[in-house]
Nanobody, 128 residues
Framework: HVQLVESGGGLVQAGDSLTLSCAVS????????MGWFRQPPGNQREVVAA????????YYPDSVKARFHIRRDITKNTIYLQMDNLKPEDTAVYSC?????????????????????WGQGTQVTVSS
């Protein structure tokens, strides 16, 4: 298991950009496929970005495609979520998650149940 700590959330205006960070400790980031999820008020958790264990594959749902970008820095054991052109409907608690995968390095995982470890979440609020 690893510990995940998100940071970078806050209150922004529609059209602004924000970058979230997720620091991973306890094991090298290279052992995990990673994901960013969000949970809007009163709604279910949904995936907004995922990256494969080898970093070569990414996934974005249509709702954020071309606006959100996930990347990782192995040297810092940290993943990031760059969010551009934010909209009020992006308001949610954002959490990062880790899935330990020993053999499959190229797959991305989009279901919350795929992930074993979660951060505490960071609030992102987008005003109109």
């Amino acid at each position: 298991h690893v510990q995940l700590v998100e940071s970078g959330g806050g209150l922004v205006q529609a059209g602004d950009s924000l970058t979230l960070s997720c620091a991973v400790s306890g094991d090298p980031l290279s052992k995990f496929a990673m994901g960013w999820f969000r949970q809007p008020p009163g709604n279910q958790r949904e995936v907004v970005a995922a990256i494969s264990r080898n970093g070569g594959m990414t996934y974005y749902p249509d709702s954020v495609k071309a606006r959100f970008h996930i990347r990782r820095d192995i040297t810092k054991n940290t993943i990031y979520l760059q969010m551009d052109n934010l909209k009020p409907e992006d308001t949610a608690v954002y959490s990062c998650a880790a899935h330990a995968t020993e053999f499959t390095t190229i797959l991305t995982y989009t279901a919350a149940t795929d992930y074993e470890d979660w951060g505490q979440g960071t609030q992102v609020t987008v005003s109109s």
